[in-house]
């Protein structure tokens, strides 16, 4: 099992670009997840799936922000334009949503820098 | 909304046992605790969870007060590479999936 996948694993980028980041959740997970990490703020969670399905976005800091999940084997994380404070890691996490069994796997990161 | 508090950090030696402790004064019967831990530069682990009773795994134990306003962590032989920050959550258990809300955990530094 190669795990969650991400890529890119660092993107640097210029301020009003659009940036779009990329998952590959575990096969036969069912639930996908979208973190955000700084320094200032820690780990947040910006939007969740459930079987594709956009369950809770209230974490989404603006919408700047958009996520989609066209299958159970992708989803994207797309910021449009993108800006200095936008720079972070985000993190991808899937599970397979039982109750009480929710062990949530995390991909690796994408490291983003917007200048 | 993170619902837990934990000490900012924590020092042990490597070969001791590291007690992580949580307090959740607020929890309510059908959340559970869940611990995981984030080395760095990489993706959070997932370490154990329970909901009353104390839980044992191959990489930690958890112990809950019987009151279950608070519990432990304990890593019974700390190594260097158990240096982490260790997160202490709660939350219930749901069938689309559980929204876990990360705190500031506790940056633990285990010393040779």
């Known amino acids: 099992d190669a795990g969650v996948i991400q890529s890119p694993r660092h993107e640097v980028t210029e301020m009003g670009q659009e940036v779009t980041l990329r998952c590959k959740p575990i096969s036969g997970h069912n639930s996908l997840f979208w973190y955000r990490q700084t320094m200032m703020r820690g780990l947040e969670l910006l939007i969740y799936?459930?079987?594709?399905?956009?369950?809770?976005d209230s974490g989404m800091p603006e919408d700047r922000f958009s996520a989609k999940m066209p299958n159970a084997s992708f989803s994207t994380l797309k910021i449009q334009p993108s800006e200095p404070r936008d720079s972070a890691v985000y993190f991808c996490?899937?599970?397979?949503?039982?109750?009480?069994?929710?062990?949530?796997?995390f991909g690796p990161g994408t490291r983003l820098t917007v200048l | 909304d993170a619902k837990t508090t934990q000490p900012t950090s924590m020092d042990c030696a490597e070969g001791r046992a590291a007690n992580l402790p949580c307090n959740h004064s607020t929890i309510s019967g059908n959340e559970y605790v869940y611990w995981y831990r984030q080395i760095h530069s990489q993706g959070p682990q997932y370490i154990i969870h329970?909901?009353?009773n104390n839980e044992t795994n191959e990489m930690a134990s958890l112990i809950i007060t019987e009151d279950r306003k608070s519990s432990t962590l304990i890593l019974p032989h700390a190594t260097l590479r158990d240096t982490a920050v260790y997160y202490c959550i709660v939350r219930v258990g749901s069938n689309t999936g559980n929204q876990f809300y990360f705190g500031t955990g506790t940056s633990l530094t285990v010393i040779p």
């Open positions: 799936f459930n079987n594709n399905v956009p369950i809770d």
């Open positions: 329970g909901l009353k």
């Open positions: 996490a899937s599970s397979f949503g039982l109750a009480e069994v929710n062990e949530q796997f």
